[in-house]
């Protein structure tokens, strides 16, 4: 894992000192994705400066360093990420020979250097089976690449600024760049405030862009205005090919063949010349990842968790039994409420945009705690999407189909009787209720549940799921909201299924521009390279070929992935409601953060920063004091705006 970052300036500059300042600059804010060592290419006659930071994993040698020149010098590459089948792809090529042999080294970035010579750039980025963003000058035909991996486990970003062309691994680099001029998109303030994040391909600023997953850009010099990003894979073609070939064996043909094929994942995921180790919170997804790489391993398997003193967040316990039947090697850090809030000054620096997914905090947690013994982790990130396994992809349609038949005035008097009812009295009631007592946030849900009564279709439903503030528009001064992959039919696979339809779209924006971001700056943020078994696109692939009935059986979510695990861990173990990786916002706001977050949106500070309407945002923070409404999530949002704000402009 690492740092990448660079630039072309079309000016026709040829000063190759500015050209290294400038590039040195940007690399050097992304340090902790890459701390063991850094590297730049300049080619002043061109204005090509590519810049890199190290976080050795493979290959630990100076034959790993990068930016890597290929045989001939034609391509320079920059790679941030890991190619999992590169041993494979070795022996492929060497088969076929070419000026790349003799190999210098062992690393996976010279097998992608010998594939793009060999196969050339868009057949070998499709041949490339792992987690990767990078960067890939191709002298020859004077043009830029750039590549992310198919479901977006590894960020880029680019502009043009004037008469450069800037990319970067983070947002923080493109800024370190003299050439760089930050305006604020209210379009994209107004999709966080929705969302909690920015979705793809739009920032939080004017003219700078992700890279979507699964796509490769091309800059040429030739005709630089003209940025060609087109897909070399999609999940809706993923999933509209699954239509026409539905796995048509039993349930125990599917385990055995979607086990053999998790294993081999596994197997090629826990290649590093580096300690490696697992985040095991205990539930199914990171416990099957987890007994599958102690099955692969000779020696037992390190694992980390986190836990509270809240018991009404702590699931320790679950993933200490877990670790203890598989006989791991397992690591426990009970996090005080103090370690949490001394994070909170930091996130915005971490996140480089707004970014308001509050099981941030405790992701950066396990994730220190984790990088104190090993420097990579495997995860069970992508699990849910992939094999149904939200709440909402269990009730959702139940309740819409449900809603259907009922009148829109019977359901409006639902919603008000629900509502006339603060968030605590359920909370109470249902912690008088035996049989409830595993439900957290009862009050908020029941509330989130009457909004969604009064709407007419399960679009409206899903993003209503999906949203923090139903109506952005409510708290900007100005700004449009501009529609969302929810909003666009054409996007959408030939799915008829409501839970389908939702996986998929959950899989191609909450995933990548949600998860995957947190987990990303998480992590990386301590130097710690996290894998994700779950996202491999074969996995990806043979699971959308799957019956529903075979990922949701009834109300049991992931049924296929629990009848693995029941293979390897009792189920009692493991068998239990899902919970989320959350922490006590709601309290904390009323209490140790309430100063804090008064002093971000105080009257004044918002009247004169002219982005949010003081008057909605005051209204929202005493309902929330007072226990009216649950505000946390909505309020988080705002709070996390104004810290961004705070930092970066």
Not at 28 to 57: C, K, N, Q, S
Not at 78 to 95: A, M, P, Q, W
Not at 283 to 298: F, K, P
Not at 589 to 610: D, F, H, V, Y
Request: with cysteine; charged share 25%.
């Amino acid at each position: 894992m690492c740092g990448i970052t660079g630039f072309i300036d079309l000016s026709g500059a040829t000063d190759a000192e500015a050209l290294e300042a400038r590039v040195r600059s940007m690399a050097e804010t992304l340090r902790h994705r890459g701390p063991d060592a850094d590297g730049i290419h300049v080619d002043a006659r061109t204005g090509l400066a590519l810049g890199h930071r190290r976080l050795a994993i493979l290959d630990l040698s100076e034959s790993g360093a990068q930016p890597m020149a290929g045989a001939g010098g034609r391509f320079i590459l920059v790679h941030n990420g890991e190619i999992y089948n590169f041993r494979e792809l070795r022996r492929e090529l060497e088969l076929e020979g070419g000026p790349f042999l003799p190999w210098r080294g062992r690393s996976d970035t010279e097998v992608m250097l010998a594939a793009f010579q060999v196969w050339g750039v868009e057949k070998a980025v499709k041949r490339f089976t792992g987690m990767f963003a990078f960067a890939l000058w191709d002298a020859k035909e004077r043009t830029l690449f750039l590549a992310r991996d198919r479901m977006g486990e590894k960020p880029l970003y680019y502009c043009r600024s004037g008469k450069n062309f800037l990319f970067a691994s983070e947002l923080k680099a493109l800024r370190a760049a003299d050439v760089f001029r930050p305006g604020l998109d209210m379009a994209g303030v107004a999709q966080f405030l929705r969302f909690q994040y920015i979705p793809a391909p739009r920032t939080i600023y004017e003219d700078v862009r992700k890279l979507r997953p699964g796509h490769l850009l091309a800059v040429r010099l030739d005709n630089p205005d003209r940025l060609e990003s087109l897909p070399y894979w999609s999940l809706k073609d993923a999933v509209n090919r699954s239509l026409y070939a539905p796995f048509d064996g039993s349930e125990d043909e599917a385990a055995d063949q979607l086990e053999s094929l998790l294993r081999t994942t596994v197997r090629n995921q826990m290649i590093s010349d580096v300690p490696l180790g697992s985040l095991l919170s205990g539930g199914i997804d990171s416990s099957l990842v987890t007994a599958l790489m102690q099955a692969e391993s000779g020696r037992p398997v390190r694992t980390f968790t986190i836990g509270y003193d809240d018991p009404a967040y702590n699931e320790a316990g679950h993933a200490r039994r877990v670790a203890e039947y598989l006989g791991a090697e397992h690591t426990e850090l009970t996090v005080t409420p103090q370690q949490a809030l001394d994070l909170i000054p930091q996130l915005p620096q971490m996140y480089d945009e707004p970014f308001a997914d509050a099981s941030m905090i405790p992701t950066h947690l396990v994730a220190s705690l984790t990088r104190r013994h090993v420097t990579v982790c495997l995860s069970g990130d992508g699990g849910d999407e992939t094999f149904a396994g939200y709440n909402r992809h269990v009730w959702a349609p139940a309740i819409w189909q449900r809603m259907r038949t009922m009148p829109r005035g019977v359901r409006g008097l639902a919603a008000g009787v629900i509502k006339a009812f603060p968030p605590k009295f359920y909370n109470a009631l249902f912690r008088l209720a035996p049989a409830k007592k595993g439900m957290t946030m009862a009050g908020y849900k029941l509330h989130r549940l009457a909004d969604i009564l009064s709407l007419d279709s399960r679009e409206a439903v899903y993003k209503s799921l999906a949203s923090t503030w139903q109506r952005p528009e409510q708290v900007l001064l100005s700004g449009q909201e501009p529609p969302c992959t929810a909003d666009m039919p054409s996007l959408w696979p030939g799915v008829t299924g409501f839970t389908a339809w939702m996986q998929f779209l959950d899989s191609v924006t909450y995933l990548p521009d949600d998860i995957l971001t947190k987990v990303d700056r998480a992590t990386m943020s301590c130097s710690l390279e996290s894998r994700a078994p779950y996202l491999d696109h074969k996995v990806v692939e043979f699971a959308w070929r799957l019956p529903l009935s075979m990922k949701l059986n009834g109300r049991e979510s992931k049924y296929i992935l629990r009848k693995i695990l029941y293979r390897h861990v009792p189920r009692e173990l493991v068998d239990r409601p899902k919970a989320g990786f959350g922490i006590p916002i709601d309290s904390w706001l009323r209490g140790p953060l309430r100063a804090w977050a008064e002093e971000l949106i105080s009257p004044n500070k918002l009247t004169g920063q002219g982005i949010l309407r003081p008057e909605v945002v005051g209204i929202q923070w005493q309902d929330h004091l007072s226990g009216k409404r649950d505000n946390q999530f909505r309020l988080w949002n705002i709070l996390m705006l104004q810290a961004w704000l705070d930092k970066w402009m």
